[in-house]
Antibody, heavy 121, light 104 residues
């Protein structure tokens, strides 16, 4: 079964750091770009970051640029989101998703169940 | 940067009705969107449509997508009880604000 499973969410104070991880299974992980999308309480979906096949290209939303990093380990089928200098407005459920690049434009075809991150003093 | 505007924000319909959801893109040079369904906040979204009109694997035929210029449409022909949810369009990574389809 194709699956993504996030871990590592939790409660942190403003300014602190947190890493969320996503374990992939059921497909050839190294063949796919991966992405992170978040959803703040009561809000819509917001793309956060994406990483290419070998980790050499990384893209970030302006709202997290310079504070978040994305990385992957193709040997372990893992993609991580390292979040530094966290702000209250980073409070959200963080989803990892697989990028399907087979079409004319990329879409996110497989999603994890989400990891809840709360930033509060 | 692309901006996607979805309308209406809320659509109140009855089971069996036809739902028409709109998504307007700020850039006219991009020709494809994807549509996602999210049943509850915080629950994983599901890909419905990609490349504007192609149904993702396992998506029922009552879901269809179309385009006219920079206006994109998701149509659900004959709402089933499980279709009441929030729908998001996406282009170049960016998401629209969502349309909630609720039971009238």
């Amino acid at each position: 079964e194709v699956q993504l499973l996030e871990s590592g969410g939790g409660l942190v104070r403003p300014g602190e750091s947190l890493r969320v991880s996503c374990a992939a299974s059921g497909f050839t992980f190294r063949y796919y770009w991966m992405t992170w999308v978040r959803q703040a309480p009561g809000k819509g979906l917001e793309w956060v970051a994406s990483i290419n096949l070998d980790g050499s290209e990384k893209y970030f939303a302006d709202s997290v640029k310079g504070r978040f990093t994305i990385s992957r380990d193709n040997a372990k089928n893992l993609v991580d989101l390292q979040m530094n200098s966290l702000r209250v407005e980073d409070t959200a459920v963080y989803f990892c998703a697989r990028v399907d690049s087979s079409g004319q434009e990329d879409s996110f075809d497989i999603w994890g169940q989400g990891a809840k991150v709360t930033v509060s003093s | 940067e692309v901006l996607l505007t979805q309308s209406p924000v809320t659509l109140s319909l009855s089971p069996g009705d036809r739902a028409t959801l709109s998504c307007r893109a700020s850039r006219s040079d991009r020709f494809y969107v994807a549509w996602y369904q999210q049943k509850k906040p915080g629950q994983a979204p599901r890909l419905l449509i990609y490349d504007t009109s192609i149904r993702a694997a396992g998506i029922p035929g009552r879901f269809s997508g179309s385009q006219s210029g920079s206006d994109f449409t998701l149509t659900i022909s004959g709402l089933e009880p499980e279709d009441f949810a929030v729908y998001y369009c996406q282009q170049s990574g960016a998401f629209g604000g969502g349309t909630q389809v609720e039971i009238k």
